[in-house]
Structures are given as structure tokens and as C-alpha cells.
């Protein structure tokens, strides 16, 4: 055994050189710890390519700090005595390194917080938990912004967020470029000018190599495949990646981002949210190089603006709310939904083009971007009703971006309603005409967009009404849907029966997901 001043575990979303734990330490009598455990990676099935890139970052990470001269304690999946879980681990660096004390910053995670949490009650040394200061919001700071208002409403917590970086504002405290939110300029259609360059390559080196044969070795029987992985996994890809978005596709991200084609995975989006969330980029960095670009006149201030909302807008809200709203946001299910999820979520095979394109790019890339995640296979779930548990641990475990923190406000709020509005003003509800309307899906569909009921209609059309139908005491009294009745009213009795007919002859054919598809 070896002695220590300090033990610093560092956790696979918490790869950055200025964490928290780190930052004006001495080198001199601290233990750098990282673990690769079992209950990480397996809590749901997680994607090959996310279990490949976080467990790669963290082994590109751990030399990294071992070439800058720390001591870095790193424990591999593999390793013989592996206690398969972080509190385990850090019991036995206790052992090996006799610490004065731990030194670890927040988890991202709740169930890990919990873990954290109980370290002072189980081990003999002090532990210290600092805040995680990577992000821009507090949790304080959000619990005190949230006391008091009826409806979080996000674009007020985004306007504060503007305020207090001072991104996008004059000297005299206004937006630049005169509005808050251009979000009404970034909804633009598919069309024959879109021709977006492609992401950088990032060929795996013999670190990831060597994951990548851990994973198929330990993981084989998890969703996705390895052939196409091309994630960065060190923090100077990460940036080269953030080169090739600001120098090649900033400028036309804001018009095209809600915009979907058929076989074009990335389009004009940034693909940085994975190496924001393990740490490797700094959120705040980018919203500044994306605030230069329209200052140099490189970009216009739809798409800066967008791209700085989806940070220290979107991202630092959801967070706020995630802490907000836990445990409780976990079994949120304010509409009573529970059918199982179907089957086709992991085998891709359905009839419904959008949906079938948007689960292969997930399959081949762990990546989809908001619009496919929300509007189709989000507003798909939320249509038919599937149960809010089968569908977080599905989006959590398909995408390389995913933790919990991000992924079930998200699912629960944003795509599902289970929270009963808490975080959604209306359900984010659509037929076949908003799919027609934002990409080139239904061109070549095995359904017609345009036909309503019956064999061969878009499935999405008749399951709108049901759900409506359904769902009509709970929703009719909410100011943004309401007139939506009004509609279904004025048809005839004949035709709604056909709606719900023709529904309910769809979700009967539904095959539920075999067991054990996300957990064991």
C-alpha cells in the first residue's frame, strides 16, 4: 500500500482538464482515479459505439494526465477484481492508497449522486463533493430562478443564461440582431440547394481498437454496430470536429436543422453533443467561437442564435429540471400510457420509411438528430401510447449523447408529456403532415401521407386522432391544442370512426419488443 494525500476519482463524463477536482491542485501526493465498472455500462444495454467512445475517452484521458505528471489509477472492465461499480472501487483505491481525503466532483446522474452521496457515511477518510462548474447554471441557482413560477417556461431561463454569459448581447443590455429567439427562421424544408459537407473522419487508434474488442467481446448481444464508428475520443479530435462544424456548416445549421432527408445522418448539425457531455469540449467555448462567427460575418444570426440557445438554453434548462424534478420524473406517466414498445425500434424493420431511416441511422451511428428523435419516433411513441419506461431506457441507451440528466426530461417532458406539462406547454403531437412537411420521407413511402384512414393510409394520421380522441378530458382545456377539437367536431360521425378504426387496426398489429431488450 502507498500513501496519499488526496484521492480524485474522475467519472466518464467528467473528462476535462479543468474539472473542478483538478483545478489548483499540486501533482505532488494525488491519485488520479478512473474505473471502467460493470453497472455503468450495463444499468440499460447501451449502444456498442457509446460504451466504445466513453470508455476510449476515458483511456485517452487517463494518459493524457499520466503524460502531464499525474498519478492516474485507472481500472479496466477487465481487470481481475473489479468490483463492477464505482463505490466498490473506490473502497478498494482506499485500500491501495490510503488517502486523507477524496476530492470528487457531482455526478451528472442522480442514481450515481445517491452513490456519492453516501461515501462520507463508508469510508474512514474526509470526502469532499465540489459543484460541477462546467455548466453555466447552478443547481441553486436554478432552484431559485424555478421558487415561485407557475410554468418554467424555458425561453425566460434562456433569456437569463443570455444575460448572465453576456452571449448575443449589446452594450446597452439588448439581443443583438434585435430578437431573443429566431427560431421562426430556422424551419426550413428539405430542398435541392441543401449540400452538406461531411462530418471529419476519425479512424480508430489502437486504444480504441482495443475497446472496440472489449466490447464485442463483453457486450456483443447490445443494439449497434462498431463498423461505422466515428466518434472523437480525445478532446483534439473533439476541437477538430468543432473546426470542420464552424469553418463548413454553421452557417446554414440554423435554416436546416429541422429539416430530415432520407440517408443523410448529419446534415448542418454541429454532431458535437457527444464530446460536450463526456467533457472533452467546453459548452461555454463554443457558444463564444459560434458568437464570433457572426461578428466576422460568417454565419447569420438565425443559426448563431440557435446554436447558442441549444447550450446555455436548452441544455442548461434540462439539467436544472432533471435535478429539479428527481426521482419522481423517472416514473412520471401523466397520460396513462402502456403499450410495450414495439419490436421494430430495435430491428428497424417497418414499413413507415421515417421511422425505419431514423432507427438505422441510430443503429449505424448512435446519433439522430432532435428533430428525428422528437417528431418521428418520439411523436410515434407518444401517438401510441407506449409505456414512459420502455422509451427512456430505450433513448438512453441508443445514443452516444445520452445520460440520464439529459435524456429523461427529454423523454418524459419534451417527447411524452408523462410529466403532465410541467416542461412542454402541449404535447408535442403531429400527423403525417409535419413529416411531409420537413423532409423528403414520404416521397417514397410503402403510405400515403395524403391518404387519411383506411389500408394503406400514414399510420401517423389515424393515431393523431386517436390520440387526441383519447386524451380529449386532459388536453381540451390547454390554450395551444384546444381548437384542435373544433376540428374533429365538424367531421361527420363516420369519419372520425374511421379514424379510430383505422388506429386501432394499426396498433393491434404492433409486435412488442422481445424481454431483456434494454435491460436484463
Not at 486504444?207 to 467481446?217: A, F, H, K, N, P
Not at 401517438?383 to 439529459?406: F, H, R, S, T
Not at 406547454?425 to 420537413?438: D, E, H, L, R
Not at 400514414?458 to 387526441?468: D, E, T, V
Amino acid at each position: 500500500m502507498t500513501s496519499c494525500q488526496m484521492l480524485i476519482p474522475i467519472l466518464g463524463d467528467q473528462l476535462t482538464r479543468t474539472l473542478a477536482s483538478l483545478r489548483g491542485q499540486p501533482k505532488e501526493g494525488r491519485v488520479i482515479l478512473m474505473m471502467e465498472v460493470w453497472d455503468e455500462a450495463t444499468y440499460v444495454k447501451h449502444h456498442k459505439q457509446k460504451i466504445t467512445l466513453i470508455f476510449s475517452a476515458m483511456r485517452h484521458f487517463a494518459q493524457e494526465l499520466g503524460d502531464a505528471g499525474w498519478s492516474v489509477d485507472y481500472v479496466k472492465l477487465d481487470d481481475a477484481n473489479n468490483s463492477g461499480n464505482f463505490t466498490g472501487e473506490v473502497a478498494r483505491a482506499i485500500e491501495r492508497h490510503d488517502p486523507d481525503c477524496i476530492r470528487v466532483v457531482e455526478a451528472g446522474e442522480w442514481r450515481v449522486q445517491q452513490q456519492l452521496e453516501e461515501w462520507p457515511d463508508k469510508f474512514a477518510c474526509e470526502v469532499e463533493i465540489l459543484p460541477d462548474d462546467r455548466f453555466v447554471c447552478s443547481h441553486q441557482e436554478f432552484r431559485d430562478w424555478a421558487e415561485g413560477r407557475k410554468h418554467l417556461t424555458m425561453e425566460h431561463f434562456y433569456r437569463e443564461m443570455r444575460r448572465k454569459t453576456g452571449l448575443l448581447i449589446t452594450e446597452d443590455a439588448k439581443p443583438k440582431g434585435g430578437d431573443w429567439n429566431y427560431d421562426k427562421d430556422n424551419r426550413e424544408a428539405p430542398d435541392d440547394d441543401m449540400d452538406p459537407p461531411p462530418v471529419p473522419r476519425f479512424e480508430p487508434d489502437t486504444i480504441t481498437r482495443e475497446v472496440m474488442e472489449l466490447v464485442e467481446t463483453r457486450f456483443g448481444d447490445h443494439f449497434g454496430n462498431l463498423e461505422t464508428f466515428n466518434w472523437p475520443v480525445t478532446s483534439a479530435e473533439a476541437e477538430k470536429a468543432a473546426d470542420a462544424f464552424f469553418a463548413q456548416r454553421i452557417e446554414r445549421f440554423g435554416p436546416y436543422q429541422d429539416a430530415m432527408v432520407h440517408g443523410s445522418d448529419d446534415l448542418y448539425h454541429s454532431m458535437l453533443s457527444s464530446s460536450i457531455n463526456c467533457g472533452l469540449l467546453d459548452p461555454l467555448e463554443l457558444c463564444k467561437r459560434a458568437e464570433e462567427a457572426y461578428e466576422e460575418g460568417r454565419a447569420p444570426i438565425n443559426s448563431v442564435e440557435g446554436f447558442i440557445r441549444q447550450i446555455i438554453g436548452w441544455r442548461e434548462y434540462i439539467r436544472g429540471f432533471y435535478w429539479l424534478h428527481m426521482p419522481d420524473l423517472q416514473s412520471d406517466n401523466e397520460l396513462n400510457a402502456q403499450r410495450a414498445l414495439p419490436e421494430f425500434f430495435w430491428t428497424g424493420k417497418t414499413d413507415m420509411r421515417c421511422v425505419s431511416d431514423c432507427i438505422r441511422s441510430t443503429h449505424d451511428n448512435a446519433h439522430a438528430h432532435h428533430i428525428q428523435r422528437l417528431m418521428v419516433l418520439g411523436n410515434f411513441c407518444l401517438l401510441a401510447g407506449i409505456n414512459p419506461k420502455d422509451v427512456q431506457d430505450w433513448y438512453l441507451a441508443v445514443y452516444a449523447d445520452a445520460y440520464e440528466w439529459v435524456e429523461l426530461p427529454n423523454v418524459s417532458g419534451m417527447i411524452l408529456y408523462a410529466d403532465g406539462g410541467r416542461l412542454a406547454t402541449k404535447p408535442y403531437a403531429a400527423s403525417g403532415n409535419y413529416i411531409n412537411k420537413m423532409s423528403d420521407y414520404c416521397k417514397k413511402c410503402s403510405y400515403s401521407v395524403s391518404k387519411k384512414t383506411g389500408e394503406g393510409a400514414c399510420p401517423f394520421n389515424p393515431l393523431y386522432w386517436h390520440f387526441m380522441d383519447r386524451h380529449r378530458e386532459r388536453l381540451e382545456s390547454n390554450h395551444r391544442i384546444g381548437r384542435i377539437y373544433s376540428n374533429w367536431d365538424r367531421m361527420d360521425e363516420v369519419k372520425r370512426q374511421e379514424y379510430l378504426d383505422s388506429a386501432e387496426s394499426f396498433l393491434a398489429s404492433l409486435e412488442p419488443a422481445k424481454p431483456g431488450w434494454a435491460r436484463d
